[in-house]
């Protein structure tokens, strides 16, 4: 696809790949005796890291928009975006053959941040297992989230894509969050009922949600809707009762559709992310990240709003 026309999802190569031994290496020893093992290893294939299967099921909506849409360059492009050094590539490129992923797009930066690329190369989400990168894209303002491989091995579906986003200081801005963290719950229930019609202000996420709307309507006008390669969902701690109405009038209003909306009520989320199996589970919680994590979901931190100010201090 021409990059201006598609949407550009940006991964590192610690969060595609399995890296951790290397990243050992590369801490332990230095950035020398890293390069000359990623050499010695060129040939001896990467296991999955965890922006893996979501990356493969990337490419199966994007093979299934080429059967319907065969002159349309509006799908997935998948850049590796990665501050490795060029001789390292060549382990990169023989493990991405290896699974038969379509990744013709690499940026390596030898050493330097790759962020200023990320605006260049027009990037809709970067995804990472460097936390001061993930925080530094946020601050350019792109949708950025820190990889986080789950503590199981589950079974994912390999014909849909599924993505699971948290409502506040994701898809959504902060500003309920900070009713909650500096005034408390029973003042939140009460804001956000007063507020209800006034839609939020969007959060860091609401552009990739609207670039999987854009991308299931395709779909959808092809009579496909039941057989939609791509279904999200909203995983949110609030309550249906008290807090609910505001969140699916906002989207309402932004003309965006959510497949599933789940609403906790405070309820930890692990055991429902575990019925759905997302591809991937954005939260701007660590909490929320761990607790998946521990019952087998991929998550992704999105380093957002106040919750940061707090778990640092805790």
């Known amino acids: 696809p021409k990059p201006q026309n598609a949407i550009t999802v940006a991964v590192s190569s610690r969060a595609l790949f399995d890296l951790v031994e290397e990243r050992r290496i590369y801490e332990e020893q230095g950035v020398e005796k890293y390069v000359e093992y990623q050499q010695d290893n060129e040939n001896v294939i ?16 994007n093979a299934r928009l080429l059967e319907l849409y065969p ?11 990665t501050n490795n050094h060029a001789q390292v590539g060549v382990r990169l490129i023989n493990s991405i053959n290896h699974y038969g992923l379509t990744i013709e797009r690499f940026c390596m930066t030898g050493g330097q941040s790759p962020i200023g690329y990320l605006t260049a190369y027009l990037t809709n989400l970067y995804l990472s297992a460097d936390s001061e990168k993930v925080q530094e894209a946020i601050e350019a303002g792109i949708a950025s989230a820190t990889m986080f491989t789950a503590n199981k091995d589950v079974a994912y579906s390999d014909t849909q894509l599924r993505v699971a986003f948290d409502g506040d200081a994701v898809i959504f801005s902060d500003e309920s969050e ?18 209800e019609n006034k ?17 299931q309507k ?10 939609c390669p791509i279904r999200t969902y909203l995983v949110t701690a609030r309550s249906a009762a008290s807090s ?6 906002t989207l309402r209003s932004w003309g965006l559709e959510i ?15 575990v019925k759905i199996r997302p591809h991937i589970f954005f939260d701007d919680q660590m909490f929320h990240v761990e607790g998946a994590q521990k019952l087998g979901t991929i998550a992704a931190h999105v380093p957002y ?4 100010k707090y778990h640092k201090s805790s």
């Open 46 to 61: 990467l296991k999955p890291g965890p922006a893996f299967y979501f990356v493969k099921a990337l490419e199966h909506v």
């Open 218 to 227: 395709k779909f959808c006008a092809k009579n496909e809707r039941l057989n």
């Open 71 to 81: 002159e349309d360059e509006e799908r997935f492009d998948i850049v590796l975006m």
């Open 199 to 215: 839609p939020l202000a969007q959060g860091p996420l609401k552009g990739f949600l609207e670039d999987l709307g854009k991308i």
């Open 305 to 308: 709003g106040i919750a940061q």
């Open 259 to 273: 497949d599933e909306a789940l609403f906790l009520a405070g309820a930890p989320k692990g055991p429902v992310l």
């Open 178 to 195: 900070q009713i909650v963290k500096e005034q408390g719950l029973d003042r939140f229930f009460e804001h956000e009922q007063q507020n």
């Open 244 to 249: 609910g109405a505001r969140v699916l009038k």
